[in-house]
């Protein structure tokens, strides 16, 4: 690595590098254990354990962590009952450990010296993939071939037709696409932001100052994005379970 | 600023084989060899939170929710049942009052009546028996003006009697005397 040759030098991707912690393998496929995963099982059991804390003692008036689980569950709901209605309750389960999982992720990457699981394409990727066949199979189950239709859309001229159906089949193919790369990019971004101007303050001495004042506001704004980013792809989860779900509005 | 770098990194994610990072390693997201590794672990983890959520959490959750609301629903219909209560003791107890007051005025009418028939009946004894007493007094005069008038006639009677006998040798009867006066 390059900053092992020349240590002022400011490398904002290393910190994205995997690192295996123990090799495992099965057959040719490398499933080693690498900080990645150990950040996966970090950010899991932190979700777990805040949600048996806050389960512990249910009761009609809740405690601090009880509040939390509670408001967050609310708030996924409130979520999917606006975007996709009562049909949606089915998928709750699915939309909130995907919300709680990701936001997790962004925000406990923020912490430093942590591996951010969500800066990798392939999870995220994973997760758009994981939606759009979802949502795919949901669409052509309740629907039938019915949602073929939505490639066409009502009232739209004969003549058009060679020119729409082309489009929205293109801007349906492309919405893992923009879907996994929204939130990596977003972390690997802002994380690398976060690196350059640490890297500034070192260089630059007792100005160092200037730069940490910086620093200070876009790690608050790193932390917003870590919750927004969360919710952008919460809540577009619900949109396209919507169109799959009630495909002619 | 952030805006600039996002899109500095996008840019740079497209053309990564020509510019690279850091002496050709290349980003690390676009190693292909940790790929299994990540899906693999990431489908663990997240299998493993899902069935957690999908089990426990939410159910759990769920109905810690629907029991509060529960029990705000039950809470609010006893409190507008009490309440109803109150105000029908209240509306009974305003009804008893007004009852009380007119059952008290109504006694102290009739006492009134009483204390004035009580009165005139009093008046009215004491009437008669003045009025008795009156004409009592009254016929006692009278019998006592009578007697005295026999009195005075029989005292001329006996003074002309003897007046009489010592100018008159014949005794004078009592009848004439009388008759003679009269």
């Known amino acids: 690595m390059a900053s092992a040759k020349e240590p002022n030098l400011i490398d904002p991707i290393h910190q994205f590098a995997i690192s295996k912690l123990a090799d495992i393998k099965i057959g040719n496929i490398d499933i080693s254990f690498t900080n990645s995963s150990q950040f996966m099982v970090i950010t899991t059991i932190a979700i777990m354990f805040l949600f048996m804390l806050g389960l512990s003692k249910r009761s009609i008036i809740p405690n601090r962590f009880q509040m939390i689980c509670e408001l967050s569950y609310n708030f996924i709901a409130n979520l999917l009952r606006a975007n996709v209605g009562e049909q949606g309750r089915d998928y709750f389960p699915f939309v909130f450990t995907l919300f709680m999982f990701i936001f997790f992720c962004n925000l406990i990457g923020l912490i430093p010296y942590t591996f951010t699981v969500t800066s990798h394409i392939i999870v995220t990727f994973a997760f758009a993939g994981l939606i759009f066949i979802g949502v795919t199979l949901i669409g052509f189950v309740k629907n039938g071939l019915g949602y073929l239709r939505m490639f066409y859309p009502k009232g739209v001229p004969v003549y058009m037709a060679p020119i729409i159906i082309p489009i929205e089949i293109i801007s349906y193919l492309t919405k893992p696409v923009s879907l996994s790369v929204r939130l990596m990019a977003n972390m690997l971004a802002g994380h690398s932001i976060i690196k350059i101007f640490a890297g500034f303050i070192v260089m630059m001495g007792f100005f160092g100052i200037i730069p940490l004042a910086g620093l200070v506001a876009i790690y608050a704004l790193e932390v917003f994005i870590a919750f927004l980013q969360a919710y952008i792809f919460t809540i577009l989860t619900c949109i396209y379970l919507n169109d799959a779900l009630h495909p002619h509005h | ?182």
Do not use: C, H
């Open chain 2, 1 to 182: 600023m952030t805006f600039f770098w996002k899109i500095v990194f996008l840019v740079s994610i497209i053309l990564w084989p020509q510019i690279g990072f850091t002496e050709g390693d290349g980003l690390p997201q676009m190693d292909i060899t940790t790929f299994p590794s990540q899906l693999f672990w990431l489908i663990i983890t997240f299998g493993i939170l899902y069935l957690f959520m999908w089990r426990t959490a939410i159910p759990k959750l769920r109905n810690t929710i629907e029991e509060r609301q529960d029990k705000i629903l039950l809470d609010i219909n006893e409190a507008e049942k009490l309440k109803s209560e109150a105000e029908e003791t209240l509306r009974e107890y305003e009804e008893k009052i007004q009852s009380a007051s007119k059952e008290a005025g109504e006694i102290i009418n009739q006492a009134k009546i009483k204390a004035d028939e009580m009165i005139d009946n009093i008046k009215k004894k004491q009437d008669l028996k003045l009025s008795q007493m009156l004409s009592e007094s009254k016929d006692r005069i009278i019998k006592q003006y009578e007697d005295s008038k026999d009195q005075i006639e029989n005292a001329k009677i006996e003074s002309i009697k003897l007046i009489s006998a010592k100018f008159l040798t014949e005794s004078l009867d009592d009848e004439d005397i009388r008759k003679e006066i009269n």
